[in-house]
Nanobody, 124 residues
């Protein structure tokens, strides 16, 4: 059974940092583009960041560029999202996803496997 399990969310003050992790199991994702999405209350799910299988290619939403860093450890089948300089507008449920593709994709319908999400709340 394929599973993506996010962890590391929580409550943090504006300007603070969090590191999200996504542990994958049931399949080797080392060849897949993997990404992070987020969904704020009452809003659609938005793309945050993606990384190709080698880690050499990354892509970020403009809203997080320079503040968030995506990384992966293929040996551990784990994806990370380091979030710095957090803002209240970063508050959302954050989802990890795997695409089954080798080239960067940023639309959520291009991702096949999804985690259950982890809540990130940034207070002002």
């Amino acid at each position: 059974q394929v599973q993506l399990v996010e962890s590391g969310g929580g409550l943090v003050q504006a300007g603070g940092s969090l590191r999200l992790s996504c542990a994958a199991s049931g399949r080797n994702f080392s060849s897949d583009v993997m990404g992070w999405f987020r969904q704020a209350p009452g809003k659609e799910r938005d793309f945050v960041a993606a990384m190709n299988w080698s880690g050499r290619t990354t892509y970020y939403a403009d809203s997080v560029k320079g503040r968030f860093t995506i990384s992966r450890d293929n040996a551990k089948n784990t994806l990370y999202l380091q979030m710095n300089s957090l803002k209240p507008e970063d508050t959302a449920v954050y989802y990890c996803a795997a695409s089954g593709k080798r080239s960067i994709v940023i639309r959520d319908h291009e991702y096949v496997y999804w985690g259950q999400g982890t809540q990130v709340t940034v207070s002002s």
